[in-house]
């Protein structure tokens, strides 16, 4: 089965200091990884994706994430963190039905 | 670029009645999109996809009668939820892609606040 989990419903780090988000997947055959972040009572914007070349892929607002194939993870990454960076963060991985599969997401606080 | 307009933000009616959301791409043509709910504190629920021209796609356990779906032309699709009932209520959102590749990412609006009383 095709899934996505983000381990942590919440993350706390202090501004300035380096974030990570985590997120491993199951899927059969090479993925297409997505992350998207959802401030309140808005959609989803999207931050990066890795379909192919290299593991590490940089996105808006400073974000990148590290595409792990032996480790099946998908970390999203941001060396220092900002008050604004707050939000609900989702990973996501298209299925072979070619429909998106999302994580059940990651409330990111950042603390001044 | 790459802008989904999605209105009206918010909706509050009566029991029995039927809303009509809109789904716009304003700077790109949308072959695909997407149909989402999403319920408090929880991920996003795919309710059906929708290509121009054709019959949406519906998941399992979604009701076709009940939430209909069109999607007339490449930058447009509504989503009508019939005779909605409070149950309907919750956080709606459709997303676009352009072209037919999924290594294209949705592009999402900002959703729909549907309350039923």
């Known amino acids: 089965a095709q899934s996505v989990a983000q381990p942590e419903d919440q993350v706390n780090v202090a501004e300035g200091n380096p974030l990570t988000v985590k997120c491993t997947y199951s899927?059969?055959?090479?993925?297409?990884l997505f992350w998207y972040v959802q401030y309140p009572n808005r959609g989803l914007q999207f931050l990066l994706k890795?379909?192919?070349?290299?593991?590490l892929v940089k996105g808006s607002y400073g974000f990148e994430a590290e595409f792990n194939k032996s480790q099946t993870s998908f970390h999203l990454k941001k060396p220092s963190a900002l008050v604004s960076d707050s939000a609900l963060y989702f990973c996501a991985v298209r299925s072979f039905t070619d429909k998106l599969i999302f994580g059940t997401g990651t409330r990111l606080q950042v603390f001044p | 670029g790459a802008v989904v307009s999605q209105h009206p933000s918010w909706v509050i009616c009566k029991s029995g009645t039927s809303v009509k959301i809109e789904c716009r791409s304003l700077?790109?043509?949308?072959?695909?999109m997407f149909w989402y709910r999403q319920f408090p504190k929880q991920s996003l629920m795919l309710m059906a996809t929708s290509n121009e021209g054709s019959k949406a796609t519906y998941e399992q356990g979604v009701e076709k009668d009940k939430f209909l779906i069109n999607h007339a032309s490449l930058t447009l699709s509504t989503l009508t939820v019939t005779s909605a009932h409070p149950e309907d209520s919750s956080f709606y959102i459709c997303?676009?892609?352009?072209?037919?590749?999924?290594?294209?990412?949705?592009?999402f609006g900002d959703g729909t606040r549907l309350s039923i009383l």
């Open positions: 700077d790109f043509q949308a072959t695909t």
């Open positions: 899927v059969s055959g090479n993925p297409y």
């Open positions: 890795y379909i192919t070349g290299d593991n």
């Open positions: 997303s676009a892609r352009a072209g037919r590749g999924s290594d294209q990412p949705q592009h």
